[in-house]
């Protein structure tokens, strides 16, 4: 990255510079939404315009697109330019990920970095593997829940390899936040697409497991109750079947002063899907509801009435479903 | 939000203490941003496309467009697409739609041709979008290009490129591609099967959608995944018990996982455990509208929620309290048009621009 003083000196005064003429936007005679640039900026694309018109792949082109890539990340067009320059020059693409390091740390939620980063992530390949996982740990240590960083961190898994630790690594986010929605979602990502692991049935015991245990010490967290129900997708009958999940939902319904909207909404999913509960099952379930709904009414829809009354700013959905239960639901 | 007496408090980045929606004042913001947009926004000039569109729409909705100078934004628009140089060009991989700004689009000095085609897909929605908004009938824009090279930018999977020179893939530049295709009637750019495919394959575990395979579900990603769907016409009309059993994506799921993104402050948040944000009101808002279910959030709730994210200055700010900018503000009025306030354009929320067809035009 260029140094303070290059910066700061407007290109027209330096002598490197002097041969080139800037040429100066044209946007026409009524530009809508004009921006009040500063001249900084205006000079800046005045010069990276002429020597894209010149086509130049020189070093100083390539440090041109630095400053402009600093006033103007977005800019897909000086990317690309500056990709091509890299080529020409057969740039050391190590060093180039040093320089999107820089850029990345004050401009991190930008498509275009991102972009950046996986075109030399692609060409170095295997090599560029452990670095570009630990750029994404580095991210996650500021922010664990960066959306960009995780899909780059996906690509690099999936292209180029590294999952040998990554359901660890998922373990550790969640030990540190276990209401990271992201960690949450890449253990997902881990368990169904890992080489290295069983998949999805052979993994999901252990999740069941696992993932009750995240939820009954906090039952409010949304994130665990969509992961468990994912851990049966398409697979609505081995959930019923599942003892560990029904008494989950009861273990959370028997606990004083927690939120009970998940594990509801979950007992009349399974419901809905034609849940067969035993009486033992029924009588507890209504006992927990009962201030809902009245004795000897469907336990379906004595769910639903609970939920309106524990999660009243979904009252109308709660109210469409008790509506529209399934007709031979218990 | 706390209560406070109206007033009371004298920091200039408190939230308006207005009881309502303030909309002389939000039309005054957008027409100064029209008229010039600060410095802070030079960042985003490779987009100005979309920050016009940002204003013309959002102007739109607000029932002031009139207002504006329509031909010098029609012609502002239209020179910034881009046209092969002939025919035969149209075979060559590029993708010839709108560029951006000036800053993607380089004239020769000698003989006054534009040279480089970087035009993109999403500044091709935008300007696609300001042209239908001021009335301009883009039967007559050199619509045969933009489709004839639209399939240029389709990948293998399915999914969309925004620029032929490469970058990200995801679902956003399908919706783009989707929403071009819609507003010019016509669906021969795009293979709208392996779109879907690929729109299926990014619904995650929890019924959402990511903005690619495998990625967590958002509220953006979701909005565009089943607003993409409406516009290629794979999801039908009406409540969503009706579409449950026929539909090719997990739609209950879609739908609890949705609602519950409207948190306990009444605004909407983009993923769960995250905080709430003014244009997930939008986002969310509307994949709920497109579901048929917008009836089933709390209106009161989010609407007290957005008029704490309504800025003394006229927009709309990302969180309580904050500054507002062209991009929330934008999303801020779209959300407010979804509750059908007074006074607002209704809008087409597929498409993110007032419904002509409703307004009568």
Known sequence: MNSNSDHKMPLSQRPEWSDVTPVPQDDGPNPVVPIAYTDDFRETMDYFRAIYLADERSPRALRLTAEAIALNAANYTVWQFRRLILESLEADLHEELNFVDVVASSNSKNYQIWHHRRWAAEKLGAEATSRELEFTKKVFSADAKHYHAWSHRQWVLQALGGWEDELAYCQQLLEEDIFNNSAWNQRYFVITR????????????????????????????????????????????????????????????????????????????LLCHGLQPSEEFKNAAHALTSEAGPPGSDLARTVCSFLEHVDPMRINYWKWRKSTLPAQVV | MEDSPPGSSPDSNSPSRAESFDRDRHVFFLQMMYQLMPSQYQGQEINRLTLAYFAVSGLHILRSVDSLHKEEIISWVLSLQAHPMNEDLLNDGQFYGFHGSRSSQFQKIDNGVWMSNGSHLASTYCALAILKTVGHDLSVTDSETILKSLKNLQQPDGSFMPIHSGAETDLRFVYCAAAISSMLGNWSGMDREMAKEYIINCQSYDGGFGLTPGSESHGGATYCAVASLQLMGYIEDGLPSKSASSCIIDVPLLLDWSLQRQAADGGFQGRPNKPTDTCYAFWVGGVLRILGAYQFIDKTALHKFLLTCQSEYGGFSKLPGQLPDLYHSFYGFSAFSLLEKPGLHPIRVELGIADNAAIGL
């Open chain 1, 194 to 269: 890992s080489p290295l692991l069983g998949g999805l049935e052979t993994m999901r015991d252990s999740e069941v497991s696992y993932t009750a245990e995240a939820i009954t010490s906090k039952p409010e967290n949304e994130s665990p109750w969509r992961y468990l129900r994912g851990l049966f997708k398409n697979d609505m009958h081995s959930m019923m079947n599942d003892p560990q999940v029904l008494s989950l939902c009861l273990t959370v319904l028997k606990t004083k002063n927690v939120s009970y909207v998940f594990a509801l909404s979950m007992l009349l999913d």
